[in-house]
């Protein structure tokens, strides 16, 4: 291992000296986001501190075979911390209504991967070149010398799988493969990860991706793939939101489409948007963050206020926009 970074000793240092610590994650959280935090949760209460695990909102069906004891929780009084470790939030805002419970706080340490991250933190450990949170808190574990046990190992290669497309996307690292390969010798159960992420849609999901396939659309010489999920969706197909989670990802594999789009009526003027991008050229994030959203060249996304028809118009016109001026 190499030296310790000295933004990493400061932030050992920080937890080291505190003795209650919440780590919070973004709304909406996803494998990335509940891997690093209850990875960091584990270990953090191996260590003897008293640990809270926070997210607004719940944790995704798949993902719950990771905290068989209900580590992770909705924010509940008003927490009196002595650390907050915000993971995988390029924003303070995107902690939701965390934020609202964490305010009595010594410190906040930030630790993301996000291009947008708007360094919110007392301490930002922020590594845009890195695939996943996950990776980063297994090199904070390392570098701390924190044991990494099975049930932690689990935690950190679902962060790691699911936020490189299980190692599809661009971004990974020949570094991520090293730690991919660590975490299994350090007992992570390929077999339950791939069976509980990948293989075990739950109906509603498979109800979703059938509209999904009725009623996408194709625009911009079939370059431009997008899909509209409202709250009648949900409601006809039993899902919850969380159930939507990967289902972009079935637009960007069509052979022409260069930026897919999906778009969920959170409420009747609050759109949320994500984007993907199968083109280096072509950064969604740059996209994203003309409707003050962000997140990375290849996935972002943005809430967006107004209307359904102003909304589609104004995302669909900025997409336009990047494909021609990268033709």
């Not at 947008?116 to 701390?144: C, H, M, Q």
């Not at 991919?180 to 509603?204: D, H, M």
């Not at 959170?266 to 991008?277: A, D, G, Q, T, Y």
Request: net charge positive.
């Amino acid at each position: 291992m190499k030296k310790t970074p000295r933004i990493v000793q400061r932030i050992i240092e920080a937890i080291n000296q505190a003795d209650t610590i919440c780590i919070a994650g973004h709304v909406r959280p996803d494998g990335d986001c509940i891997g690093a935090q209850l990875g960091l949760g584990l270990a953090l209460r191996a260590e003897g501190k008293r640990v809270s695990v926070w997210n607004e909102d719940q944790t995704p069906e798949k993902l719950a075979f990771l905290d068989p004891e209900g580590l992770l929780e909705r924010p509940r009084g008003n927490g009196d911390f002595d650390c907050v470790i915000a993971v995988d939030s390029a924003s303070y805002e995107r902690l939701g209504s965390v934020v609202e419970h964490i305010k009595n706080r010594r410190i906040l340490i930030n630790i993301d991967h996000h291009a947008s991250n708007t360094r919110f933190g007392d301490i930002n450990w922020v590594r845009t070149r890195e695939p996943s949170t996950g990776e980063l808190v297994f090199r904070l574990l390392k570098y701390a010398r924190w044991p990494i046990t099975p049930r932690i190992a689990d935690c950190l290669f679902t962060a790691v799988s699911t936020d490189t497309g299980s190692f599809q996307y661009p971004s990974t690292r020949p570094a991520t493969f090293v730690v991919a390969g660590e975490l299994v010798k350090r007992g992570a159960n390929l077999g339950t990860i791939c069976r509980e992420v990948y293989q075990s849609f739950p109906l509603s999901r498979v109800k979703l991706l059938r509209y999904l396939f009725s009623r996408f659309r194709l625009i911009h010489k079939n370059q431009i793939a997008y899909f509209w999920l409202r709250p009648a969706d949900f409601a006809r197909s039993g899902a919850d939101p969380a159930d939507a989670e990967g289902l972009i990802d079935h637009l960007r594999a069509i052979e022409p489409v260069i930026v897919a789009c999906v778009f969920e009526q959170v409420e009747p003027e609050l759109i949320r948007v994500s984007f993907r991008s199968k083109r280096p050229s072509v950064d969604v994030n740059l996209i994203a963050s003309q409707f003050g959203g962000g997140g990375h060249a290849a996935a972002a996304g943005a809430r967006i206020v107004g209307t359904p028809q102003v909304v589609q118009r104004k995302v669909l016109a900025a997409v336009r926009r990047a494909l021609d001026t990268n033709d």
